[in-house]
């Protein structure tokens, strides 16, 4: 099964490319099988990645900025793949 985890989060005024680069340079703890990253206005950054796991592994995910860089707190979702995989 292919899990998707979704990390989002908006940065305080004007840190918009302070946070886009706090967010690429964070390691995991393991690679997932891809990894994608995006901006988009207000200075939202979102963080996709992509793991072979069962829906409810535990699996690392982005921490928390801190020091003020974002206005709120981080928004994550979890995905399971439907599209492209064998229907049981």
Known sequence: MTVALMWEARAAAGRGAELLDWARAQDLVREPLRRETF??????VLVITW???????ELPELPEPAGGLVTRAVHRWRFEQVDGEAEG
């Open 51 to 57: 793991w072979d796991a069962p829906y409810d592994a």
């Open 39 to 44: 901006r988009a206005p207000q200075d939202r």
